[in-house]
């Protein structure tokens, strides 16, 4: 299909292009910006005035629930919930059930990925077998299957041995470890950020500590075994800090935040709701305006929704019973215009936060509007208000912090390879 992407505001943060423009799409690839290509007869319009088109949103933590947990949720309510909010490549995470272990299951689930035609799914492999701690996965193997990185998901890894034999096995095959700092003797039984808040409403603590210790270990072994390491869900000023000066040091680390928490803070608990029980928990505000500070200055390479959809049983539950995770698959694109209206970040630097910059993150060739590149394209409307609602939602998990509310940045296209997969409805 030769699509005429015309009239339409271009922005690709890899390029710096930030101008209005037309597109023009053929084979699955940009064919030309600007002018058409030699011979270029549409097949297909989209008229983009008043519009904004960038590269397909990549986002680095995504829980589609297959295998083993589709009561929660399906791949093919979680694709379409990806297509709606203009992500084009998504990372899953290896705490399916069974876990990302066996070469087999990564083929299985990347196979039921393409079937569905629409986004690029990307398996992270677990770093251990049954994500138990003890043995090491054959990770050749799985990067041969497909997988992209590996990480020990939200499952302890407190052995600094195995964490230590992993890294180096990584390293040796040039493979990315992700990580989740978090300290397993000092968090196991919290379900809030340790302060004033959770010591109001009963609620046992998780100390900052638990994230920094956990972290000051995931950077020395990076150190001693030259891994290239990314560090999942940073949540603490003391995090952030630790995570910039050893990029001045030249570690080769990188990181992500999730939506959730460059707005949020334990202050959102407020009468115990369960839509803010999240892995990490809300910090406090000093914490919320550091990773902004944080995201702004580039110490945050990338945003992730860090979707983990849940059912309703299991999310109405007294607080420190309901499972944690949030839905965010379509609410990655508003939170983030969200973010750089209220930080006062330039629209093309605060796309590349979940373009350019998690694409290469993952290592892949995403994430940008060059002609020859793959035509993954977000196309929306930066001003347009809606209304999140259970009911608006395609993910099959209703469960987030942000119902009721109005945000700016509505999806109106999806293109994927080149194909038209998402089309909003006319409001």
């Not at 919320?288 to 929704?305: M, Q």
Request: proline share 6%; net charge negative.
């Amino acid at each position: 299909m030769k699509i005429h992407i015309k009239n339409g505001r271009l922005i690709d943060p890899k390029t710096h292009l930030d101008r209005k423009a037309d597109i023009f799409v053929a084979a699955g690839k940009v064919a030309a910006i600007g002018a058409p290509p030699q011979n270029f007869t549409a097949s297909h319009e989209i008229d983009a005035n008043g519009l904004i088109v960038c590269p397909g949103l990549v986002d680095l933590s995504a829980r589609l629930r297959e295998p083993g947990y589709e009561y929660r949720a399906t791949l093919e309510s979680e694709m379409e919930a990806a297509i709606a909010g203009g992500i084009t490549s998504l990372a899953c995470p290896p705490d399916t059930d069974p876990p990302l272990d066996e070469p087999g299951l990564v083929e299985m689930l990347k196979y039921r990925a393409m079937s569905l035609n629409q986004a690029h799914v990307f398996p992270v492999g677990a770093l251990t077998q049954g994500l138990l701690g003890e043995n090491l996965t054959e990770m050749a193997e799985l990067s041969d299957a497909g997988c992209v990185a590996f990480s020990h998901a939200e499952r302890p890894l407190d052995n600094a041995l195995v964490m230590m034999r992993a890294m180096q096995y990584a390293a040796t095959f040039d493979l990315p470890v992700w990580l989740r700092a978090q300290d397993a003797s000092l968090s196991r039984i919290g379900v809030a950020h340790e302060g004033e808040v959770a010591t109001r409403l009963g609620l046992p603590g998780i100390p900052t500590c638990a994230e920094t210790i956990a972290l000051s270990k995931i950077l020395r072994l990076a150190e001693e075994t030259s891994a290239r390491v990314h560090v999942c869900r940073i949540s603490s000023a003391e995090g952030v800090e630790m995570i910039r000066q050893a990029k001045k040091q030249g570690l080769p680390v990188t990181c992500d935040v999730s939506a959730n928490h460059i707005h949020l803070s334990e202050m959102d608990i407020g009468f115990f709701d369960s839509n803010c029980h999240l892995i990490p928990p809300l910090r406090s505000l000093r914490d919320r305006d550091a990773l902004k500070r944080g995201l702004k200055d580039g110490t945050i390479d990338a945003v992730c929704s860090d979707h983990t959809p849940v059912d309703d049983d299991a999310k109405l539950l007294p607080f420190a019973e309901a499972e944690a995770g949030a839905t965010g698959l379509e609410l990655l694109l508003p939170l983030v215009l969200k973010w750089a209206e209220e930080s006062k970040v330039p629209l093309v630097d605060a796309l590349s936060r979940i373009t350019s910059r998690p694409a290469a993150v993952l290592g892949i060739e995403s994430g940008t509007l060059s002609p020859g590149a793959a035509a993954d394209l977000c196309i929306f409307a930066a001003d347009a208000y809606w209304k999140i609602e259970a009911r608006s939602l395609k993910s099959q998990g209703k469960n987030t912090p942000f119902l009721g509310l109005e945000m700016k940045g509505r999806v109106k296209y999806t293109l994927v390879g080149g194909r038209i997969v998402y089309k909003a409805n006319p409001s």
